[in-house]
Nanobody
Framework: QVQLVESGGGLVQAGGSLRLSCAASTSIFSINAMTWHRQAPGKQREFVAFIANGGITNYADSVKGRFTISRDNAKNTVYLQMNNLKPEDTAVYYC?????????WGQGTQVTVSS
């Protein structure tokens, strides 16, 4: 069992920045990949960013060039740096850890971007 705890959400004006953190209860070396997803009110959860154990990253088109996913192996933590935030980025952000064949989810952190 892996526990994931997200933090760093909040209220920010359009054009601002936030950095989300996702702390894992186990070494992230044991995790195949970690991802960030988000869910806006009335919408389905959607993929945001991915980082594999080897460091390969991938992003949703809607956040490319604005968001950066990274990891700190010593702290068992994955980050999502979000710059130039837009009102449409408002959502609950969730991190997930893939340890095949299971996926573990955090509880989510709210990000609200005002126009």
């Amino acid at each position: 069992q892996v526990q994931l705890v997200e933090s760093g959400g909040g209220l920010v004006q359009a054009g601002g920045s936030l950095r989300l953190s996702c702390a894992a209860s186990t070494s992230i070396f044991s995790i195949n990949a970690m991802t960030w997803h988000r869910q806006a009110p009335g919408k389905q959860r959607e993929f945001v960013a991915f980082i594999a154990n080897g460091g390969i990253t991938n992003y949703a088109d809607s956040v490319k060039g604005r968001f950066t996913i990274s990891r700190d192996n010593a702290k068992n933590t994955v980050y999502l740096q979000m710059n130039n935030l837009k009102p449409e980025d408002t959502a609950v952000y969730y991190c997930a850890a893939l340890i095949r064949p299971k996926t573990y989810w955090g509880q989510g952190t709210q990000v609200t971007v005002s126009s």
